[in-house]
C-alpha cells in the first residue's frame, strides 16, 4: 500500500493550492483519510480529516480557509486550501486508515504518504 501525495509548491500570501493523495496496492477499504503539516522546530499536527461518510474536522487555524474532500472511486484525498497564510507554510502529510491484502492476509494498518512541501511567500 502507498499513499502518493502531490500538488504542492509556492504560492503567494492569499492565494490557493491543492493538494492531492492517492491511495494504491491491494486496497480492500480505506476508513478515515486526513490531511497533517510540520512546520520547522513544530511537531506535525492534524490540519482536516474526513471519514468514510463525509464528516469533516478542521484545525481552527483553518476553518473557512481549507475544505478537505474525497473521491472514492480514486481512492483519493484532496486539500482545497485557500487565503493562504505565511503560517500555513509546511510539509504537508496525508494519512489514510486502509484495509488491504498484505501477501495473502487481510490487514487494516495507518499509512502515510511521503509529503508534499507547500511554502507561502511573496
Same mark, same amino acid.
Given at each position: 500500500v502507498q499513499l502518493q501525495a502531490s500538488g504542492g509548491g509556492l504560492? !503567494?500570501?492569499g492565494g490557493s493550492l491543492r493538494v492531492s493523495c492517492a491511495a =494504491?496496492?491491494? %486496497?480492500? *477499504?480505506?476508513g478515515d483519510m486526513g490531511w497533517y503539516r510540520q512546520a520547522p522546530g513544530k511537531q506535525r499536527e492534524l490540519v482536516a480529516r474526513i471519514s468514510t461518510g463525509g464528516t469533516t474536522i478542521y484545525a481552527d487555524s483553518v476553518k473557512g480557509r481549507? $475544505? %478537505? *474532500?474525497?473521491? @472514492? #472511486?480514486?481512492? @483519493? &484525498?484532496? /486539500?482545497?486550501?485557500? =487565503? /493562504?497564510k505565511p503560517e500555513d507554510a509546511a510539509v504537508y502529510y496525508c494519512n #489514510?486508515? %486502509?484495509?488491504?491484502?498484505?501477501? @495473502? /492476509? &487481510?490487514?487494516?494498518?495507518?499509512?502515510?504518504?511521503?509529503? $508534499? !512541501?507547500v511554502t507561502v511567500s511573496s
Open positions: 504560492v !503567494q500570501p =494504491s496496492g491491494r %486496497i480492500v *477499504s480505506i481549507f $475544505t %478537505i *474532500s474525497r473521491d @472514492t #472511486a480514486k481512492n @483519493t &484525498v484532496y /486539500l482545497q486550501m485557500n =487565503s /493562504l #489514510a486508515q %486502509i484495509v488491504a491484502w498484505i501477501g @495473502t /492476509l &487481510v490487514r487494516g494498518g495507518d499509512y502515510w504518504g511521503q509529503g $508534499t !512541501q
